[in-house]
């Protein structure tokens, strides 16, 4: 399965942005979920969304400004992210096929560039 993220983009601080990630083929079985490596810094976890759509995972950094959805009839998965802070800059990265028991995924996308200015 191939991810392309896309929508990135460069941002004002307290603006709104949507990004997406689309599958080569049909992940309504995955777990999906974006991440983000910001400059300097190590890849974190953003959000996840489980196959079905019914349940989300959110890190605490994002939290109610971010959320993640997904369309299965276009093996997609978005992630609206809204009231953006500089911090948010970052290469965010799609993930599908996740493992629960060792927390890694199967499949990567090469990243969108989100960057926010203050």
């Known amino acids: 399965v191939q991810l392309q993220a896309s929508g990135g983009g460069l941002v004002q601080a307290g603006g709104s942005l949507r990004i997406s990630c689309v599958a080569s083929a049909r992940t309504s079985g995955y777990t999906m979920a974006w991440f983000r490596r910001a400059p300097g810094k190590e890849r974190e976890f953003v959000a996840r969304?489980?196959?079905?759509?019914?349940?989300?995972s959110y890190a605490d950094s994002v939290q109610g400004r971010f959320a993640i959805s997904r369309d299965n009839r276009k093996n997609a998965v978005y992630l609206q992210m809204n009231s953006l802070k500089p911090e948010d800059t970052a290469v965010y990265l799609c993930?599908?096929?996740?493992?629960?028991?060792?927390?890694?995924?199967?499949?990567w996308g090469q990243g969108t560039q989100v960057t926010v200015s203050s």
């Open positions: 993930a599908a096929q996740r493992n629960a028991v060792t927390d890694e995924y199967g499949y």
């Open positions: 969304i489980s196959g079905n759509g019914g349940a989300t």
